[in-house]
């Protein structure tokens, strides 16, 4: 294997992915995003975030910018990732289903008005689908994060934001860039409100 050439794909790769997925409609789509999850914190309502494997990761990372600051000094704004509570998380698992450990605390936590960020690279992740019949069910509204094809859940989520690649690595980039640039705008809104 040459490491070199190999390397210069895989960088060109998510290169191509970034400019495919962030075009003049995706910049608007941001915009829709940036300013539902706004208005709900605005309004004194939650964001829920979810999904498995490396989209997990970067629902907790992205309820951290809330909670936190992800560049200026704010007051916190309320976010929970569904993903981070083990005990939670195992007994839903062992007593009902793996389907519905975001669904079920929803249920507990969530309040008409929140927004659910619901991310699958596949857009078929059944615990994630439904989370999001469960946010309908509410009027939670959620805002789908997918790949290209955007699976089922392009089809049942109030928002959908897609990565434009077929390769997990390359839409989990993507998600995580454009979810960098809802939370700055989100904080900025608030951080303007608070001078």
Do not use: W
């Amino acid at each position: 294997m040459n490491i070199s050439l190999r390397l210069r794909e895989i960088i060109n790769d998510h290169k191509t992915a970034i400019e495919q997925t962030f075009s003049e409609a995706t910049l608007g789509l941001l915009e829709k995003i940036a300013g539902e999850m706004a208005a709900a914190l605005a309004r004194g309502n939650t964001i829920f975030l979810c999904g498995n494997g490396g989209s997990a990761a970067d629902a907790q990372h992205i309820a951290a910018e809330f909670i936190g600051r992800f560049k200026k000094e704010r007051k916190s704004l309320p976010a929970i990732a569904l993903t981070t509570d083990t005990s939670i998380l195992t007994a839903l698992a062992n007593d009902y289903s793996y389907d519905v450990v975001f669904a079920r605390q929803l249920e507990g936590l969530a309040s008409r008005g929140d927004v659910l960020i619901a991310i699958s690279t596949s857009g078929n992740s059944k615990n994630v689908l439904v989370a999001v019949e469960k946010a309908r069910e509410i009027g939670v509204t959620s805002v789908g994060f997918t790949g290209e094809h955007g699976g089922k859940l392009a089809q049942s989520a109030d928002v959908v934001f897609r990565a434009m690649s077929k390769h997990t690595s390359h839409i989990q980039e993507t998600h995580i860039t454009a979810l960098h640039a809802v939370s700055e705008i989100v904080e900025e809104m608030f951080a303007e409100h608070a001078s």
